[in-house]
T-cell receptor, first 114, second 113 residues
C-alpha cells in the first residue's frame, strides 16, 4: 500500500524564519507529487512536481522533488503569520487522466508567531 | 467563478443514523472526489465519480455510497453511522480531460454522538 510520511508533524517558528518541510513516500510508481496548504478547511493547491531535480517557486515558497531518494521538500523563506497552516503532501498514482485518487501524508502543522 | 461548494457546513448525528452530504463542483469541472479527514490526519480518499458512475474507491466499507447527477453535482451517503465516522468530509473536483490538480471545497464537519 502506498505510504506518504511528512515531517516534522508540527513546527513553531517566529516571523522571518525559514522553514523546510519534508515529505517522503513509499510508492512503487506515481505520476506527480502535490503540495497543498490547509488553513481552515479547504486545502489549496501550491505545487505540482513531476520531474526530479526541478525546483518550483512561487514567491517565498519553493519545492523540489528527488525521485531517486523518494522525497520532496517545501521551503518557506521569511515566514509570516499568514503562513500558519497545515501543509499537506500527496502523491498521484499512475494511469488515467484524472487526479482524483490522491494519497496524502498526515500533514505538518506550521505555526508562525509574530 | 464559483469554486467547489459543499452543504451543510456542520452536522450532528446520532450513532446508527444515516447522513447525506452534498457537493457542487467548480464551474467547468466534471469529476468529483470525496475525502474523509479525521482530526490530526491527512485526507483519505473515499471514492471518485465521473459520468455519473463510481470510478475508483478507497478502503471504505459499503456503508459509504455516493451518487453523481447529470449536472456533475454529487452526494455522499453514510449509513449506520459510527462514532469513528466523525470527521471533516471534503469534496474535490477536477476536469477529466486536463491534468489539473484537485480543487477542494470547505468541507462538511460531521459529528456523530
Amino acid at each position: 500500500e502506498d505510504k506518504v510520511v511528512q515531517s516534522p508533524l508540527s513546527l513553531v517558528v517566529h516571523e522571518g524564519d525559514t522553514v523546510t518541510l519534508n515529505c517522503s513516500y513509499e510508492v512503487t510508481n506515481f505520476r506527480s507529487l502535490l503540495w497543498y496548504k490547509q488553513e481552515k478547511k479547504a486545502p489549496t493547491f501550491l505545487f505540482m512536481l513531476t520531474s526530479s531535480g526541478i525546483e518550483k517557486k512561487s514567491g517565498r515558497l519553493s519545492s523540489i522533488l528527488d525521485k531517486k531518494e523518494l522525497f520532496s521538500i517545501l521551503n518557506i523563506t521569511a515566514t509570516q503569520t499568514g503562513d500558519s497552516a497545515i501543509y499537506l503532501c500527496a502523491v498521484v498514482p499512475p494511469g488515467g487522466t484524472s487526479y482524483g485518487k490522491l494519497t496524502f501524508g498526515q500533514g505538518t502543522i506550521l505555526t508562525v508567531h509574530p | 467563478d464559483a469554486g467547489v461548494t459543499q452543504s451543510p457546513t456542520h452536522l450532528i448525528k446520532t450513532r446508527g443514523q444515516q447522513v447525506t452530504l452534498r457537493c457542487s463542483p467548480k464551474s467547468g469541472h466534471d469529476t468529483v472526489s470525496w475525502y474523509q479527514q479525521a482530526l490530526g490526519q491527512g485526507p483519505q480518499f473515499i471514492f471518485q465519480y465521473y459520468e455519473e458512475e463510481e470510478r475508483q474507491r478507497g478502503n471504505f466499507p459499503d456503508r459509504f455510497s455516493g451518487h453523481q447527477f447529470p449536472n456533475y453535482s454529487s452526494e455522499l451517503n453514510v449509513n449506520a453511522l459510527l462514532l469513528g465516522d466523525s470527521a471533516l468530509y471534503l469534496c474535490a473536483s477536477s476536469h477529466e480531460r486536463y491534468n489539473s490538480p484537485l480543487h477542494f471545497g470547505n468541507g462538511t464537519r460531521l459529528t456523530v454522538t
